[in-house]
């Protein structure tokens, strides 16, 4: 199990799907198509990554329980970013300062 949610171990689960707890309406899967964004100033994390979902089931922008067999079941706030030809796109961002990485 990833015990860190960070660029790294998102990047090794690319075009994985994660389920998605979504509160009174069941579970749906979100793939994971993007993990990335460029190193930040003085080594802190900062990346988001961007999952598509299908068109059926739209998320409003709120914090889900997700699930992954390599992650375990974490929670992630998310914003819809626009749909696509596939489905909806939603991303999340991370920003972690490096003095929090290192204690």
């Known amino acids: 199990m990833v015990t860190e949610l ?3 171990s998102f990047a090794r689960c690319l075009n994985d799907a994660f389920e998605v707890q979504r509160p009174g309406a069941g579970a749906v899967a979100l793939e994971l198509i993007e993990a990335g964004g460029p190193p930040a100033p003085g080594g802190d994390e900062t990346f988001s ?3 598509r979902g299908p068109p059926e089931a739209f998320l409003p922008q709120a914090t889900y329980r997700f699930g992954h067999d390599g992650f375990g079941a974490f929670d992630l706030f ?3 970013v ?3 030809r596939a489905g909806h796109r939603y991303e999340a961002v991370f920003n972690r300062p490096r003095r ?3 204690r």
Request: hydrophobic fraction near 35%.
């Open 78 to 80: 998310i914003v819809p």
């Open 49 to 51: 990554i961007v999952f």
């Open 82 to 84: 626009g749909p696509d």
């Open 100 to 102: 929090e990485r290192d």
């Open 6 to 8: 960070t660029r790294d």
